[in-house]
Nanobody, 123 residues
Framework: QVQLVESGGGSVQAGGSLRLSCAAS????????MGWFRQAPGKEREFVAA????????FYADSVKGRFTISRDDAKNTVYLQMNSLKPEDTAVYYC????????????????WGQGTQVTVSS
């Protein structure tokens, strides 16, 4: 079956960096657009970043543009989220998701989801 497994979360001080990874299995990875979403306590899940199936187009939420970078390695069936200049408001559980045929920020259009990894940024 399809599995998406996130890793790389943790605790960091404001201004620091983390790199999240999401390893996919059970699906033709190179045919799927991949996205990262996050959910903070008491808030709805929100879009963070997406990369298309070819890896040549990316899309970011305004709140992370210029600080976060999404990339993919199809040889490893893995998508990454490099997070720099982290802020306390970036604290959330981060989820990766896979979508066949859709590239964008609408969470309802994603087919598969990981279990999430916690990112905590202290001031």
């Amino acid at each position: 079956q399809v599995q998406l497994v996130e890793s790389g979360g943790g605790s960091v001080q404001a201004g620091g960096s983390l790199r999240l990874s999401c390893a996919a299995s059970g699906l033709p990875f190179s045919s799927y657009a991949m996205g990262w979403f996050r959910q903070a306590p008491g808030k709805e899940r929100e879009f963070v970043a997406a990369v298309n199936w070819r890896g040549d187009s990316t899309f970011y939420a305004d709140s992370v543009k210029g600080r976060f970078t999404i990339s993919r390695d199809d040889a490893k069936n893995t998508v990454y989220l490099q997070m720099n200049s982290l802020k306390p408001e970036d604290t959330a559980v981060y989820y990766c998701a896979a979508s066949r045929g859709y590239f964008g920020g609408n969470s309802r259009r994603y087919d598969y989801w990981g279990q999430g990894t916690q990112v905590t940024v202290s001031s």
